[in-house]
């Protein structure tokens, strides 16, 4: 297993009590223009990655929300990208131009932050466990047009996997890596999505992608170099 070496983020609500692992979007705006509850994605992985990195890793559901301000109200065409044009069939999302943006404002002088697409998939699980090891979470981009992607839950008991849900074009955070040497699932990324802790399938995820080269441009992970030199080739 190759995993952060602190803990990851939680959020708490007013009275104390933890309610997710990393943020949901589900919790905050589904007004048109500030829809974070359902475009925020990007907005929730790019915020969780910061406060990761700054070593806040417990967090107030206020503090979050106050964060979810600022991103929307300083990075251009974000109200724009979120709103869901002639009923939901027509959405752009937050790109990964904004997120990289947003990050390398907020991370300036202590790490740098550039989107793999161009790359496509080649080598993209070496640059997950080499940024994991340095102690970085991976922000996640999953799009495929017309296809979804399993998530699934582990029992560690039982030490099976089970899907618990699907999704498409969704941004989430890698937290983990679980190999295995038998089974179904050989390679499982440990993830943080809508505040709870899922596993993708890494042979899965390249069978989503396909040979779709938009997909490999859009499907992707982004890489966050600290100024001290790691570098993630």
Known sequence: MISLQKPYIVITNENGRVIGNGANQGWFSKAPWRNVSGQGCGI????????????????HLEDYQLAVDEFIDTIVFTKFNMHEFLRGKLVIGITPWQICHYLNRKLKGQYKVR???????????????????AGIPVIWSLYRMGKRINLYTYKPVLKEYSVATTTNSHYVNIIGIKYEEEGNHRTMLKISSWGKIYYVDYEEYLDYVGTSLLSQVASNIFLVETRKGLSIN
């Not at 929730?44 to 967090?59: A, H, P, V």
């Open 44 to 59: 929730i992985s790019s915020l969780d990655l910061c406060f990761y990195l700054s070593g806040k890793r417990n967090i």
């Open 115 to 133: 989107y793999n697409g161009r790359h496509g998939h080649e080598d993209m699980l070496n640059k997950i466990e080499a940024q994991l090891k």
